[in-house]
């Protein structure tokens, strides 16, 4: 069977998993995101909605590969997504829905881009908001300095999550699983042992490190994977 391992939405995961932190969260929470409380509720349904998304594109977990467990990987992806978007909000930086729209025209159009939202484990009903995500950490790296190059890339990365751990503080509920502010989840019995397959980049997505976002009207160009 074909496997879809090829979303670069998913390495906002993995690059930004140390902007999040561990700590008490109140009861019935998954996560706590600055003020936004991320319910365990709305996240069972996250992962309900998953799943049909997957049925009603023909793919099946197995084929995903993804490098965490999929409470955890849609969790962080909640996650990361609203970090950013208040980050953003906060500092006056905006996404155009044209500029979506040109991510996902780049990927092939909206049938093709499902398929790569839905292996990085983003359910469809969230992936116009985890792109405008992706587009604003772009747009705030640029800001701190990225460039072209991978020195100023990880210089302006290390400045941005200086500045996100203090802007939009993010806290797990431990239920779902441990969580170190360094490594990002750690292996845990509770969720199984997650794929270990490495994730090949979709072209013409817009990558997480990339510190040059496109210009507005211009589909971004292809990305290397960051890491």
């Known amino acids: 069977m074909k496997s879809y391992r090829v979303g670069a939405v998913a390495l906002l995961a993995a690059a930004c998993a140390a902007l999040s932190a561990c700590g008490p969260v ?21 992962i309900q909605e998953f799943r049909k998304d997957l049925a009603a594109n023909k ?22 997504s609203r970090q950013f978007l208040e980050l953003g909000r906060s500092k006056g930086v905006t996404v155009t829905d044209r500029e979506i729209d040109d991510v996902v025209n780049a990927q092939g159009g909206q049938a093709q881009f499902d398929k790569v939202l839905l292996a990085s484990g983003i359910p469809l009903d969230e992936g116009r908001e985890a792109v405008r995500s992706v587009l604003i950490r772009q ?5 701190e300095g990225a460039g072209a190059d991978q020195q100023s890339q990880q210089a302006a990365l290390q400045k941005l999550t200086q500045e996100a751990e203090a802007a939009v503080p993010v806290k797990y509920s431990p239920r779902y699983g441990k969580f170190d502010p360094q490594q990002g989840f750690v292996p845990d019995d509770r969720f199984g042992i997650a794929a270990e397959a490495p994730q090949a980049p979709a072209a013409g997505m817009p990558e997480a490190g990339d510190g040059a976002p496109p210009p507005d009207g211009a589909a971004p160009p292809d990305a290397a994977p960051a890491g």
């Open 26 to 46: 109140q009861a019935g929470s998954a996560a706590i995101v600055g003020k936004e409380r991320i319910t365990s509720s709305q996240l069972d349904d996250q």
């Open 59 to 80: 793919m099946t977990e197995d084929q995903l590969g993804l490098q965490l467990p999929l409470p955890q990987m849609i969790l962080l992806n909640m996650v990361n």
């Open 139 to 143: 747009k705030l790296a640029q800001q």
